[in-house]
């Protein structure tokens, strides 16, 4: 439990470190922390998204939760831009995490260009 704990403050610190998107980086959607929480035999993540929204054309419309080859475990849907909210946070509960999974990758899509890069988060 505590070299998950571990593990995962070091994946939020070296997002939180990573240099913030600026505008050449515009099209890229960017995780800045995913917290994976077990609630019993389910998960919660709560992903925090740095994304230069311009509005109802281009914004962050999902984030996604994948094993590393590439299985879909969950997905949440952003249902409006955030363009005042930067960074933002949300949450996406009821992930099953089969047993021979150790590490999740998560992402967010935009409108305008698709995903952007994963991040990789400890799970056991």
């Not at 509005?55 to 994948?66: I, L």
């Amino acid at each position: 439990m505590v070299r998950r704990a571990l593990a995962v403050a070091s994946v939020v610190l070296a997002a939180l470190s990573a240099p913030a998107a600026g505008p050449a980086a515009a099209d890229a959607p960017t995780i800045v922390a995913a917290i994976p929480v077990r609630t019993g035999d389910t998960w919660r993540f709560d992903v925090t998204v740095r994304h230069d929204d311009e509005g109802w054309d281009h914004y962050v419309k999902t984030f996604v939760v994948a094993t590393e080859d590439g299985r879909t475990l969950g997905t949440r849907t952003i249902f409006h831009p955030h363009v005042n909210e930067q960074p933002f946070t949300r949450s996406l509960t009821g992930i099953t995490i089969p047993d021979d999974v150790d590490e999740v990758k998560v992402y967010a899509v935009d409108s305008e260009h698709g995903p952007g890069p994963a991040i990789a988060i400890p799970v056991r």
